[in-house]
């Protein structure tokens, strides 16, 4: 009985023992689990003015925080390396589940258009400066824009405004917003980044012809051949652009399209269709379909709001040179009316 009594005890601490080590290696209890958002960020072995580096992470790392005291978190890294780091540098484990949810979400949406990053950006969950973000994405770094949004320039400023107009007797002037582009980046990571920020990839041909308005999205519709003045056969694209006023925080997401096709006697791109008064709404989709007699065509589809906000969509077809719209059995065209312009403040 008493080796029984023994055995169960010597068992009972080994179990404790093999807990305790799996879950507080080191004698440090996780608190919990957190990601580092800085580029690169250094872990010292003690907080003070002095101290010594045991090592670095890097952005997107994951850490497990030990303990916590101030401005600094003391953390253990997947390669086993414990010490101190500035807790500005991590986000939590909610911040990260939030990226991973957006990214699935939008992993498999049509590219409106290809992007190059200005500065360092920050990739955050929801439109906003002072949203929570993971990732830093450099400059210069490639990108495919999705989805437009706004957001305030600077949050609670309306609040401001308000509580000041209400103690003057003066109107309170709006909330001044500015554009977001939901972008993914070259390792498949989708988050909002600041449209400022980022530099359309235009081709300079069409690009000249803005005419002082912005590029929001542009697609290849299709390719024809040129033999060019010497010869030498080329394929040239052909392409809808869609645009609108270079203003930030209108109520939509672009005002017109431009379709260009390529003049093979000239030379030269022409404007084969234009649509102006569009409440249009991201994202714009490209394809192919085939009309009988017509062969198989460029087909794009527009999405547009209209006065009580439901969002429909319209068809059209390209047969170099002209496009047409294509309208679903029952459907009559409907001319597009100038949208109300938001007033800017």
């Not at 004698?27 to 580092?36: A, F």
């Not at 002095?50 to 401005?71: A, C, H, W």
């Not at 101190?84 to 939590?92: A, C, G, K």
């Not at 009559?332 to 109300?340: D, F, G, M």
Request: one cysteine or more.
């Amino acid at each position: 009985m008493h080796f029984r009594r023994v055995a169960l005890a010597s068992a009972l601490a080994a179990l404790v023992l093999v807990s305790t080590s799996a879950c507080n290696r080191k004698g440090h209890r996780v608190l919990e689990v957190n990601y580092v958002s800085a580029v690169q960020a250094t872990l010292r072995d003690q907080v003070a003015t002095i101290y010594n580096r045991v090592g670095t992470v890097k952005n997107g790392d994951r850490v497990e925080v030990l303990e916590r005291e101030k401005r600094f978190s003391r953390v253990r890294t997947g390669d086993g390396i414990e010490g101190w780091i500035e807790q500005r540098y991590l986000v939590d484990q909610a911040t990260f589940d939030a990226l991973q949810k957006l990214t699935k979400e939008n992993l498999n949406d049509p590219v409106q258009a290809p992007g190059v990053l200005r500065n360092d950006t920050n990739l955050h969950i929801t439109p906003g400066r002072e949203t929570e973000h993971l990732y830093q994405l450099s400059s210069g770094a490639k990108i495919s824009v999705l989805k437009r949004a706004t957001a305030e320039k600077q949050p609670g400023a309306a609040a401001a405004s308000a509580k000041f107009a209400k103690s003057s007797g003066k109107a309170a002037p709006g909330p001044v917003l500015e554009d977001w582009w939901l972008v993914r980046d070259a390792q498949n990571r989708v988050g909002w980044v600041l449209a400022r920020m980022v530099d359309l990839d235009v081709p300079l041909e069409v690009a000249q012809y803005a005419e002082g308005q912005r590029f929001v999205a542009f697609f290849v519709l299709n390719q024809v051949q040129d033999s060019g003045k010497e010869g030498a056969e080329k394929k040239v694209s052909q392409y809808l652009c869609v645009i609108t006023e270079p203003h930030d925080g209108l109520p939509y997401d672009y005002d017109q399209i431009r379709v260009f096709t390529w003049n093979v006697r000239k030379h030269r791109y022409e404007t084969a269709y234009r649509e102006h008064g569009l409440n249009g709404v991201l994202p714009v989709t490209v394809t192919n379909e085939n009309f009988d007699k017509e062969g198989t065509l460029p087909v794009f589809i527009l999405r547009v709001k209209d006065d009580s906000g439901n969002v429909s969509e319209r068809k059209y077809k390209l047969n170099t040179p002209i496009v047409r719209r294509v309208l679903a059995p029952g459907e009559q065209k409907q001319a597009s009316r100038p949208v109300a312009k938001r007033r800017r403040h």
